[in-house]
C-alpha cells in the first residue's frame, strides 16, 4: 500500500514535470506579418496604409496641439507664412512664426519678446536631438521620408508580387501610386530643407546628402517616372477598379474620386509645376523657367477634374473633422478660442465685396498672452461650415468644416494652384489680359463674387497685387504661404527688400494699427533636422546641411 | 481510520501552563505549544498562559514562537510551565526566500529580509505594499501618489533593466503573483514578508528575479480550538502640503485706477457672462514689464481659494475577521475583509475592495500534505482621474477668481471660464458633473501545493498557482449638449471618439481586459546528512533541489466605444449612434525552466552551494535555446569554532558570520519585441496596412544581470548587567552589479522610414550597500524599548550606451532625462540659471560674455538677473542638472511595551540627497498664479515682487523648458507612522475574551523638507520606472492619516 503510494505519487510528479517545445512557439495573433503584404490584397492594403497612415499620421514623436501633418506640419507654413499665429509653445509654435519687429501706427517698435530673438538663431537653437518633438523642424522631414519608404517598400513589392486580371496594368498603378508619392515627398523636402537624402531602398538610408535642388530634381525625376508608368497603361478598367481600392472610400466625393490616367497625369504636372515656381525667388525666375511653370500649367489639373483629396469620416480613420487640419484648428466660436488664430493679415488681403469674407467672422477682439509679442492678436475666427448666405457647394468656398466629412483638403495641387501659376507665369511673360482671365476663373470657381478684373487694368502692379491676394485668399491653408512669402521676399530682412508695411496689427492694449511695418526676417530653408544627423552623419563629400545663411 | 480510533480510545488530560521571556520575565503572547510528533497544540493568550488537552501517550511539549528559541519541554505534571530564550532574532530565523529549501539565516550565504506581521503597521488603504516602507533595508519603496489604489515604487538594489522597470517579483507562498497587483492583497492576511533584493538569490526564480523577490506568506490555521479575529478601524486623511502651495494672493494685472481688473479689449472692468459662465474677454499681464508689481489686491473680481473649495478630508474605513484554528490533520484560516477610501480630491469618486481568503492544509496520508489556498478579491474603483493629474493641473492653471463652484442659469458648471483665467485651466466640477467612472477588477489567487516526504532523503513538492485577473472598465460621459459654455467654447469631453460638434458628445467606453497566469512549480528537494543517515563521522549535510518552473502567461484585453449618444434618456449602447471595436489585443507567453542547486553545510561552521537556471522562452519562438545562468553562495560561521566561542570574543560576538554570493539572471525581451509585424486600420470600407514607426527587433536577445554581493551578519551581546542596551543584531551588505545589453528603444534616422528599434543597447552597473542594526535599547519586566535602523545606498550608472545617447521624456511632461554613457540613470537635463555674473561653464568660457557681466547682478534670492529687464540669465544650451536618486534613505523604528497593556511604536523615515523636478510650480508660473510671486525680492537696489523675474523664469529662453530653477532638494524626513495600541482585554475576566485592542496610528503626521512643492515622496512618471523618477506634475500628493482602530480576538 505504502509503496503503490509513493509510486502514485512520483508519478504524478514526474508528469507534471514535463515539457513541451511546441508551446513556445507562440505567434502574435493580433496582426499579420510582413509576409502579408507580398500577396495582391495585401499590397493593396499597404499601399493605402502606408501612404496615408505613416505618410501624414504616425511618428516617434507628436503632439496633440499642433497634431499631424496636415495640421501641424503644414500648420508651421501658414505661421510662418502669417495666415494663423499661435500661442502656445509646444513645439515652439508661437516664436516660428514671430517676426523681428513690429513698428505699431504710433512709431512704438514691438521686438520679438523671445530669446534668442531672431528666427534663424531660434530655429538652430531648437535643432537639436535632444529636442526630440519639441523641434519643429523633424516633423515634415520625418513624415516625408516615411512616406517614402513606403513607396520603397511597395516598389519592392510590386516587381516580386502576382496580380490577378490585367496583372501589367495593375502593377503599372501600383508603380505610379509609388512614385507619385515619392515624388510628392521629394517635393516637401526639397521645398523646405536646405539639403536632403535620395533614398530608393526600403528600411535603409545614406550619408550621402545632396543639395535642395537634387532633391527637387528627384522629385521631378520621381514624378516622370510615375507618368511613364501611366503612359503604359491600356486596361483601363483594372486601373481604375484598383486605384479606386486605393482612394480611401470616403474621399471619393466632390474633387476628390477615382482619377483617370490624364487627370493623374494633370496633377503630376501641376506639382511639377510648383517645385519650379515655389523653389526659385521671383526676382531672380528667368522668362524659361516661367515658360516651363506655364507649360506645365497648361497640361496641369483644369477645372472639374478629380484630384487627391481629404476627408474626415465618422470615426476619424484619417482625419480628424475638429483638429485635423490648419483651418479646423483656426475656427472658433470667438477669436482666438482655438489653438490656432485667424491672422489679421489674412483678413485684410481680402477685396472688399468678396463674399469668401463671410466666412469669415468678426468677433470680441482676443488679446493672446502680452510678452509673446502682438502678432497673433485678431478680431477673426473662421465660421465653422460657412455662413448659411454663402450657400455651398453650389456656392461659395468653405475656408472650414468641422462637420464629418464637411472639409475637403487638398492633399497635393488643385486647380485653382494649377490656374494661379498659370496667371502668374503670364504676367511675368507679359499676358497681363490671360493673367487677369486666370484670377477671374479662380474667383468665380471659389464663389467669390467679385467682379471680374479681365479687361480693367494693364498695370503689371496691379495685376501682380491681385494675383496675391488670390494667392493668400484662394489657397488659403493648403500649406502654400510660406513658399509665397519666401519667394517673394516677404520673409527677408526690411534691409534686404523685406517686410511687409500697411499692415493690420492690434497692439497689446488692443489699439489696432492698419499702416504696421512688419519685418519677418525668417530663414528660408530649413537646416536638416539633428535627429537626422545625429544617426546619420553626412558623408564626406556630402552637401551642406546646413543653411549658410545667419 | 485507525488513527481516528486510537484517539477515542486515548485517555486525555489538561496540560496548562503560562510561557515567559528570560531577559524581562514578561508573559509572552502567541507561543505556539505544539505536542511533539503531533500537530495538536495551541496558543498562548495574551497573559501568556495555554491549556491543552493531551493524549496520555504524549511526552514532550514544543514552544516556539519567533525571536525566541525553540525550547521542548518534558510533560512531568500537569503543569507545564516554560522560560523562553531570546534569539539573536533575526540572525536565526528560517526563511524560504532565494535559497528553495527553508534554512536558517544562520546558514545563508545571501541577505534575506524579513518582516513579520507585527512589524507592519496598519496602512490606511490596507495594502501589504505601503506597509512595506522603510521597513526593508537597503530596498527604496516610495509611496509616489496620494490617490487610493495607486502603487508604490519599488527600487530593490539599483537599476537593472531599462525597460523592465523596477518591479520585483511578487511571490506568494512560493508561486507568482502575476495577475494581481500586490496593493490588492489584504494585509490582515499576510503572515510574514521576505525579501530577497538581488540577482544572487533572485535567480532561482529565473529572468523575473532579477529585480529581486518579494514573497509574501498567508496567514495558515493553526492546530488548536477555533479563533476568531476581528478588526475593524476608520481613518481620516488630509492632503499633505509641506511646502505651503497656494495660489499668489495677490495680482499683476492691468486694472484701472479703482483697482479693477481690466478687459483686455474693451478697457472696461471684466464682467463674467452668467450665461456663457465665462469671461468674453482676456486680461493684459505686462508680466515681462520690469516695473510690474505682484502686489495689487482682488477689487471687482474676488480670490477664490481653490484648494480650500477642492481639497478634503477623505475617510477610510477597514473591517476584517478570520477564522482560523485545526485539528491534528487539518488547519484553516478563513478570512474576509473590506477596505473603503474616498479621495482627497472632491467628488473624484471613491475605491472599494473586498477579500476573501480560505487557507486549508491536510494530511493526506503520512508524508502527503495538501494546501489549498483561495483568494477572491473584489476591487470597485470609482475615480474618474486615477492619477489625479489631470484634475489637479486643470486646477492649479486657473487665475484664483475663476469661480468654478458657479452654476449657470441651467444648474449646469461650465468647463472653460476663457483665457482670462488662464489658458490651461479647466474646471474639475464640469468632470465631476459629466463623467462617470466604473473599474470592477476580480482577482482569484488559487493556490494548490502538494508535499511528499519521503521517509528519507526526499522530499518532493508540487505548486501550481492560477491567476485570475479581470478589469471591466465603462467608462461612460454624458452628452453635453445642453451645455452653454462648452457649447459656446467648444471645450467639452469625449475620450475615444473625437466628436465634432457637442451636439455629438456623449460616449461610452467598455474595455475589458483580463489576464490568466499560471505557474507550476514542481521540486523535488534530496537531503542527507552524513552522521545520521550514513553513519559516518563527518558533519556533512547536503541538500539538493531540482526544481522545474513552468510559467504562462495570457494578457487580453478588447475595447469598444459607443459615441453620440441619442437625444433621449434612458438609452443603453446600442442606441449610440457612432460604434467602433478600438483595441483587440491578446498577447500569450510562456516560459519555463529548470533549476539545479547543490548545497554542502559544514557542522555549524560554514557552507556552500551553486547551481544554475536554464529558462525557454517563448519570446525566443519554437527553435530556441535556452539560456542558462550560473550561481553560487557561500559562509563562514566564526562564531562556531571554539576558537570564538570558548574565548571572551564568543561573550561579546555570539554570532559572526561572513556571507558572499554571485549570481547571473537572464531578463527575457517581452512576448512580441521580437516579432515584427504591420499595423493595421480601417480605412473607412478597406482593411489598410502601414508599419509602426517604432519597430521591434528579431535579433533582440536577453538582458543579463549579474551579481556580487558580500555580507555579514553578526550579534553582539550588549551590556550584561542592567537593563540598558541588549541583544544587538548587525547585519551589512555590499553588493555590486552590472546588466549587458539592456533593452531600450534607439532612434533610428528618419531617412530609413523607421522612427525607432529596440536593441539591446545599455551596459549598466550599479552598487550599493544596505545596513540593518537592532538591539533593545531598554528591556525589563515593566517596559521595554526596541530599536531597528535601516540603511540603504545605491548607485546606478549607464556604462555604455550604443550610438547615441538616448533622450527620454518624462511620462510627466516635458521634462527631459538623458540616458548617456559615464551619467548616473534618471539624470535630468535642462538650462542653467546663475547664481554668479561669472559662472563658467563646464569648457571653461564665461556663460555670460565679459563685455556683458555688467548688465547683470545677482537678486536678493541669489538668481543672476538682468538689471534692465529684470529677467533671469538662461543658457542657451542644456546641462546636466544632476540625478534626482537619493544619495541614501533610512529609516527609524522604535517600539516600545509597557508591560503587555500598551505598546507604543513609531518609524521616521528618512530620505536624503533626492530630487524633484517642480513641474508642478513651473506651470504654476506661466499665468502669475503661483505663491512665489507674491515674495518680493531686490534686484540691483530695487525691491518689489517683480513679475518680470517670475515671469522670466518661465519663460527666458524656452518657455516651460527644464530649467535648474525648479530642481529642488526633495530630501526629507517623515514620521511614516505612529501606533499607539492599548490591550483591553486583561480588564475582562473572561476566557472567550482573548485580545480586545484599541489602535490609535498616525501616518505620514509630520514631513521635514526643503521642497517647495506638496510632497516630496511623490513622483509624476511611470510606475516603478528605471529612470523617470524624479518628476513632480501635479501628481496627487500623499495624505496624513489619523486612524482609530479596534481589535479584538475570541
Same mark, same amino acid.
Given at each position: 500500500m505504502n509503496r503503490k503510494k509513493i509510486y502514485l505519487v512520483t508519478v504524478l510528479f514526474a508528469l507534471v514535470i514535463t515539457s513541451c517545445k511546441k508551446q513556445l512557439d507562440v505567434k502574435n495573433p493580433n496582426s499579420p506579418t510582413v509576409d502579408n503584404a507580398t500577396t495582391e490584397s495585401g499590397i493593396i492594403s499597404f499601399a493605402q496604409g502606408g501612404v496615408y497612415e505613416d505618410g501624414f499620421r504616425t511618428l516617434k514623436y507628436g503632439d496633440g496641439i499642433f497634431g499631424l501633418f496636415y495640421s501641424g506640419a503644414v500648420g508651421f507654413h501658414e505661421m510662418m507664412g502669417d495666415v494663423i499665429g499661435a500661442e502656445a509653445a509646444n513645439g515652439y509654435i508661437n516664436q516660428i512664426g514671430c517676426p523681428d519687429y513690429v513698428i505699431l501706427d504710433d512709431g512704438t517698435k514691438v521686438l520679438n519678446p523671445s530669446a534668442p530673438a531672431k528666427q534663424h538663431d531660434f530655429l538652430r537653437s531648437i /535643432?537639436? /536631438?535632444? /529636442?526630440q518633438g519639441q523641434n519643429t523642424t523633424y516633423y515634415e522631414w520625418a513624415y516625408m521620408y516615411q512616406l517614402n519608404n513606403v513607396c520603397n517598400t511597395i516598389l519592392a513589392s510590386v516587381s516580386k508580387a502576382s496580380f490577378s486580371g490585367d496583372a501589367a496594368a495593375k502593377k503599372a498603378t501600383m508603380t505610379a501610386w509609388a512614385y507619385w508619392w515619392k515624388g510628392f515627398a521629394y517635393a516637401r523636402i526639397g521645398s523646405i530643407y536646405y539639403a536632403g537624402i535620395i533614398n530608393s531602398t526600403a528600411g535603409a538610408t545614406n550619408g550621402n546628402y545632396v543639395t535642395k535642388e537634387a532633391i527637387i530634381a528627384e522629385s521631378n525625376a520621381d514624378l516622370d517616372k510615375a507618368a511613364a508608368a501611366l503612359s503604359g497603361i491600356t486596361n483601363v478598367a483594372d486601373y481604375s477598379s484598383l486605384l479606386g481600392k486605393l482612394i480611401p472610400d470616403f474621399t471619393q466625393v466632390g474633387n476628390g474620386g477615382i482619377l483617370t490616367i490624364d487627370e493623374w497625369k494633370h496633377n503630376i504636372n501641376t506639382l511639377k509645376a510648383r517645385n519650379i515656381l515655389v523653389n526659385t525667388p521671383v526676382a531672380t525666375m528667368t522668362t524659361a523657367q516661367w515658360t516651363s511653370v506655364l507649360t506645365l500649367a497648361n497640361t496641369g489639373i483644369q477645372q472639374g477634374e478629380k484630384v487627391f483629396t481629404l476627408r474626415s469620416n465618422a470615426t476619424n480613420d484619417l482625419l480628424d473633422a475638429l483638429s485635423g487640419s490648419v483651418s479646423a484648428k483656426t475656427t472658433a466660436t470667438a477669436a482666438g478660442g482655438n489653438t490656432y488664430k485667424l491672422s489679421e493679415r489674412f483678413v485684410q488681403d481680402f477685396k472688399a465685396g468678396d463674399k469668401r469674407l463671410a466666412n469669415v467672422k468678426q468677433t470680441v477682439t482676443w488679446l493672446g498672452n502680452a510678452d509673446r509679442g502682438n502678432i497673433f492678436n485678431t478680431r477673426y475666427t473662421l465660421v465653422d461650415a460657412g455662413v448659411a448666405a454663402n450657400n455651398f457647394p453650389s456656392g461659395v468656398i468653405q475656408f472650414s468644416n468641422r462637420n464629418t466629412g464637411g472639409y475637403e483638403m487638398f492633399l497635393v495641387g488643385s486647380f485653382e494652384e494649377n490656374e494661379l501659376m498659370k496667371a502668374e507665369a503670364n504676367i511675368y511673360l507679359s499676358n497681363l489680359p490671360a493673367a487677369l482671365a486666370s484670377i477671374d476663373k479662380v474667383r468665380n470657381a471659389e464663389g467669390a463674387g467679385l467682379a471680374a478684373v479681365a479687361g480693367t487694368t494693364s498695370s503689371v502692379a496691379v495685376v501682380k497685387e491681385e494675383l496675391r491676394k488670390e494667392r493668400r485668399i484662394g489657397l488659403a491653408f493648403r500649406g502654400l504661404s510660406f513658399y509665397d512669402a519666401r519667394r517673394w521676399g516677404v520673409i527677408n530682412d526690411i534691409s534686404a527688400g523685406g517686410g511687409r508695411t500697411n499692415a493690420v496689427v492690434i497692439s497689446n492694449s488692443a489699439v489696432v494699427s492698419t499702416h504696421a511695418t512688419i /519685418? ?5 530653408y530649413w537646416d536638416v533636422p539633428d535627429n537626422e544627423l545625429a544617426y546619420n552623419p553626412a558623408l564626406a563629400g556630402s552637401a551642406p546641411t546646413k543653411n549658410p545663411k545667419q | 481510520m485507525a488513527l481516528f480510533c486510537q484517539y477515542a480510545y486515548a485517555q486525555n488530560r489538561t496540560i496548562t501552563g503560562t510561557v515567559i521571556g528570560k531577559s524581562d520575565g514578561l508573559p509572552i503572547p502567541g507561543v505556539s505549544v505544539v505536542i511533539k510528533g503531533t500537530r495538536l497544540g495551541t496558543q498562548t493568550s495574551g497573559d501568556g498562559k495555554f491549556s491543552l488537552s493531551v493524549p496520555a501517550t504524549a511526552k514532550t511539549l514544543v514552544f516556539t514562537f519567533i525571536g525566541y528559541v525553540k525550547l521542548e519541554v518534558p510533560i512531568e505534571s500537569n503543569v507545564v510551565n516554560a522560560t523562553l530564550l531570546d534569539d539573536s532574532k533575526l540572525l536565526s530565523e528560517v526563511v524560504v526566500t532565494g535559497s528553495g529549501v527553508a534554512t536558517s539565516k544562520t546558514r545563508l550565504g545571501i541577505a534575506v529580509e524579513s518582516v513579520t506581521a507585527a512589524q507592519l503597521p496598519a496602512t490606511p488603504s490596507a495594502s501589504i505594499d505601503q506597509a512595506l516602507v522603510g521597513k526593508i533595508p537597503g530596498a527604496q519603496i516610495s509611496s509616489v501618489n496620494g490617490n487610493p489604489g495607486q502603487q508604490v515604487n519599488i527600487v530593490l538594489r539599483g537599476i537593472n533593466s531599462i525597460q523592465g522597470g523596477t518591479k520585483p517579483l511578487i511571490l506568494i507562498d512560493g508561486v507568482q503573483l502575476s495577475a494581481t497587483d500586490i496593493n490588492a492583497i489584504d494585509l490582515n492576511n499576510i503572515e510574514r514578508v521576505e525579501v530577497v533584493q538581488g540577482a544572487a538569490g533572485g535567480t532561482i526564480y529565473g529572468a523575473q528575479g532579477a529585480n529581486g523577490v518579494i514573497q509574501l506568506f498567508t496567514k495558515k490555521g493553526k492546530p488548536g480550538s477555533m479563533h476568531v479575529d476581528i478588526s475593524s478601524s476608520a481613518g481620516v486623511n488630509t492632503l499633505i502640503n509641506s511646502g505651503d502651495v497656494h495660489k499668489a494672493k495677490s495680482m499683476s494685472l492691468v486694472t484701472d485706477a479703482s483697482g479693477n481688473i481690466l478687459g483686455a479689449a474693451s478697457g472696461k472692468p471684466l464682467v463674467f457672462d452668467k450665461t456663457l459662465s465665462y469671461y468674453p474677454e482676456n486680461v493684459t499681464w505686462n508680466s515681462l514689464d520690469p516695473l510690474n508689481q505682484n502686489n495689487k489686491p482682488y477689487k471687482n473680481l474676488t480670490y477664490y481659494d481653490h484648494y480650500k473649495e477642492f481639497f478634503k478630508s477623505a475617510s477610510t474605513i477597514n473591517n476584517s475577521i478570520s477564522i482560523y484554528g485545526g485539528a491534528e490533520k487539518i488547519d484553516y484560516n478563513v478570512s474576509a475583509s473590506n477596505s473603503y477610501q474616498n479621495t482627497t480630491f472632491k467628488n473624484n469618486g471613491d475605491y472599494k475592495r473586498s477579500n476573501f481568503s480560505a487557507n486549508i492544509g491536510i494530511q493526506l496520508f503520512k508524508g502527503l500534505k495538501f494546501r489549498t489556498n483561495t483568494q477572491l478579491i473584489y476591487t470597485q474603483n470609482n475615480l474618474?482621474?486615477?492619477?489625479g493629474r489631470g484634475i489637479l493641473y486643470s486646477l492649479n492653471n486657473t487665475r484664483p477668481f475663476a469661480n468654478y463652484n458657479y452654476t449657470d442659469p441651467d444648474g449646469n458648471y461650465g468647463s472653460y471660464f476663457g483665457d482670462a483665467t488662464g489658458v490651461n485651466g479647466f474646471n474639475p466640477n464640469y468632470n465631476t458633473q459629466y463623467t462617470h467612472s466604473k473599474i470592477a477588477k476580480i482577482d482569484l489567487l488559487q493556490n494548490f501545493n502538494l508535499t511528499y516526504t519521503f521517509p528519507k532523503f526526499v522530499e518532493l513538492d508540487v505548486k501550481y498557482g492560477l491567476n485570475y485577473n479581470t478589469n471591466n472598465n465603462t467608462y461612460l460621459i454624458d452628452a453635453q449638449d445642453n451645455n452653454a459654455n462648452a457649447g459656446y467654447t467648444q471645450v467639452y469631453l469625449t475620450n475615444y471618439y473625437s466628436a465634432p460638434t457637442i451636439t455629438q458628445t456623449g460616449e461610452t467606453t467598455k474595455d475589458n481586459a483580463s489576464t490568466v497566469f499560471q505557474n507550476l512549480i514542481g521540486t523535488a528537494t534530496f537531503r542527507t546528512d552524513f552522521k545520521n543517515d550514513f553513519h559516518l563521522n563527518i558533519p556533512l549535510k547536503t541538500s539538493t533541489q531540482l526544481t522545474y518552473d513552468y510559467r504562462k502567461n495570457v494578457y487580453k484585453d478588447f475595447i469598444t466605444y459607443g459615441a453620440d449618444a441619442p437625444s433621449y434618456t434612458p438609452f443603453n449602447s446600442s442606441n449610440y449612434l457612432v460604434f467602433k471595436t478600438q483595441y483587440d489585443y491578446v498577447e500569450p507567453f510562456i516560459t519555463y525552466g529548470y533549476l539545479v542547486n547543490q548545497k554542502f553545510d559544514y557542522g555549524e561552521y560554514g557552507g556552500i552551494s551553486g547551481g544554475f537556471r536554464s529558462d525557454y522562452s517563448s519570446a525566443f519562438g519554437r527553435g530556441s535555446k535556452p539560456f542558462t545562468f550560473p550561481r553560487a553562495d557561500a559562509y563562514l560561521r566564526l562564531s562556531s569554532f571554539s576558537f570564538w566561542n570558548d574565548g571572551s570574543l564568543g561573550a561579546i560576538f555570539p554570532e559572526v558570520k561572513f556571507r558572499a554570493a554571485y549570481g547571473e539572471a537572464g531578463i527575457q525581451p517581452g512576448a512580441f519585441q521580437r516579432y515584427v509585424t504591420l499595423s493595421t486600420k480601417n480605412v473607412g470600407g478597406s482593411s489598410a496596412f502601414f508599419l509602426d514607426p517604432n519597430q521591434p527587433n528579431p535579433d533582440l536577445g536577453v538582458e543579463v544581470s549579474k551579481e556580487t554581493e558580500i555580507g555579514t551578519d553578526i550579534a553582539i551581546a550588549g551590556l ?7 541583544n544587538f543584531t548587525l547585519s551589512v551588505s555590499y553588493w555590486k552589479r552590472k546588466t549587458d545589453n539592456a533593452i531600450y528603444r534607439v532612434d533610428a534616422a528618419p531617412s530609413t522610414g523607421v522612427g525607432s528599434i529596440l536593441q539591446n543597447a545599455f551596459g549598466l552597473s550599479s552598487n550599493g550597500i544596505q545596513v540593518a542594526l537592532n538591539f533593545s535599547p531598554y528591556k525589563s519586566k515593566a517596559f521595554s524599548w526596541d530599536f531597528t535602523t535601516n540603511f540603504g545606498r545605491s548607485k546606478s550608472i549607464i556604462s555604455s550606451v550604443v550610438g547615441q545617447p538616448v533622450v527620454v521624456t518624462s511620462a510627466a511632461g516635458s521634462s527631459n532625462y538623458v540616458l548617456k554613457a559615464g551619467e548616473k540613470i534618471g539624470q535630468l537635463y535642462g538650462f542653467l540659471m546663475l547664481h554668479k555674473v561669472d559662472e563658467k561653464a563646464p569648457d571653461g568660457t564665461y556663460f555670460i560674455p565679459q563685455s556683458q557681466q555688467g548688465d547683470y547682478v545677482a537678486a536678493s534670492n541669489g538668481w543672476v538677473v538682468s538689471k534692465t529687464t529684470k529677467q533671469p540669465f538662461v543658457t542657451s544650451s542644456q546641462y546636466s542638472l544632476g540625478d534626482p536618486n537619493p544619495k541614501f534613505n533610512m529609516s527609524f523604528i522604535n517600539n516600545f511595551s509597557f508591560s503587555n497593556i500598551a505598546s507604543l511604536s513609531f518609524q521616521v523615515d528618512w530620505v536624503y540627497g533626492s530630487h524633484i523636478y517642480n513641474q508642478t510650480k513651473e506651470w504654476m508660473y506661466r499665468d502669475g498664479i503661483s505663491g512665489d510671486y507674491d515674495k518680493s525680492i531686490n534686484i540691483d537696489g530695487a525691491s518689489g515682487a517683480w513679475t518680470a523675474f517670475y515671469r522670466g523664469v518661465y519663460a527666458q529662453v524656452s518657455r516651460n523648458g527644464t530649467k535648474n530653477y525648479f530642481y529642488e532638494d526633495a530630501s526629507f524626513a517623515r514620521l511614516r507612522n505612529v501606533s499607539l495600541a492599548v490591550n483591553l482585554h486583561s480588564f475582562f475576566h473572561t476566557k472567550s475574551l482573548k485580545k480586545l485592542q484599541l489602535v490609535f496610528t498616525g501616518r505620514n503626521l509630520v514631513t521635514i523638507t526643503k521642497y517647495t512643492g506638496y510632497d516630496p515622496e511623490i513622483s509624476s512618471g511611470t510606475g516603478n520606472s528605471a529612470f523617470d523618477r524624479g518628476v513632480d506634475h501635479n501628481t496627487i500628493p500623499n495624505t496624513k492619516t489619523y486612524q482609530l482602530g479596534l481589535n479584538i480576538g475570541l
Open positions: /535643432n537639436l /536631438n535632444g /529636442n /519685418n519677418y526676417n525668417f530663414l528660408d | 474618474l482621474d486615477q492619477t550584561k548587567e542592567g537593563n540598558w542596551l541588549k
